[in-house]
T-cell receptor
Framework: KAGVTQTPRYLIKTRGQQVTLSCSPISGHRSVSWYQQTPGQGLQFLFE???????NKGNFPGRFSGRQFSNSRSEMNVSTLELGDSALYLCASSGPGTNTEAFFGQGTRLTVV | AQSVTQLGSHVSVSEGALVLLRCNYSSSVPPYLFWYVQYPNQGLQLLLKYTTGATLVKGINGFEAEFKKSETSFHLTKPSAHMSDAAEYFCAVSAPTGNQFYFGTGTSLTVIP
């Protein structure tokens, strides 16, 4: 059974640009969550999508957005990049139900210069 | 509201010694608790989880954790440390609905040969 796949693994962008990150969950998983990991703030929840609907949202500015497609694949978009957006972005997928364990991808390392 | 506090951002143990990583939680509802491990430039891997039932939970790689409601704790232990255990460890609690996790700030474990 394939795990959670995130693409790309590494990305370098310039301030002011926008970026789209992709996440393919484990087959059969309909819940996809996104987290930002930085040395200063640790792991912070961005949002969760379930069956193409945003179910939970963290405390991030509107520049951070996401969506989920009918095949459960998810994308995360960050517009008007700032230096502080440099981070490891992790995607996690979960099976049926709530409070179930999350399976994480290897992450996308975003560097904003 | 849910949150976890990990005591000690860095822990060093000798190879073969006991590993004890501390986690205290705060939850307005019966918590679901998790321990994850992260190796450099990798995603998070689930070590173990507590949902309901037996308070002593056994996980992978010889780790176990005990849920103590009276102490609001969920400490992670391993009787004998191995060099391969060197990594970052995260305690997490999940929200009552959805699959949103609240992570601690992490504990970096160093194993000294």
């Amino acid at each position: 059974k394939a795990g959670v796949t995130q693409t790309p693994r590494y990305l370098i962008k310039t301030r002011g640009q926008q970026v789209t990150l992709s996440c393919s969950p484990i087959s059969g998983h309909r819940s996809v969550s996104w987290y930002q990991q930085t040395p200063g703030q640790g792991l912070q929840f961005l949002f969760e999508y379930f069956s193409e609907t945003q179910r939970n949202k963290g405390n991030f500015p509107g520049r951070f957005s996401g969506r989920q497609f009918s095949n459960s694949r998810s994308e995360m978009n960050v517009s008007t990049l700032e230096l502080g957006d440099s981070a490891l972005y992790l995607c996690a997928s979960s099976g049926p139900g709530t409070n179930t364990e999350a399976f994480f991808g290897q992450g996308t390392r975003l560097t904003v210069v | 509201a849910q949150s976890v506090t990990q005591l000690g951002s860095h822990v060093s143990v000798s190879e073969g010694a006991l590993v004890l990583l501390r986690c205290n939680y705060s939850s307005s509802v019966p918590p679901y608790l998790f321990w994850y491990v992260q190796y450099p430039n990798q995603g998070l891997q689930l070590l173990l989880k507590y949902t309901t039932g037996a308070t002593l939970v056994k996980g992978i790689n010889g780790f176990e954790a005990e849920f103590k409601k009276s102490e609001t704790s969920f400490h992670l232990t391993k009787p004998s440390a191995h060099m391969s255990d060197a990594a970052e460890y995260f305690c997490a609690v999940s929200a009552p609905t959805g699959n949103q996790f609240y992570f601690g700030t992490g504990t970096s474990l160093t194993v000294i040969p």
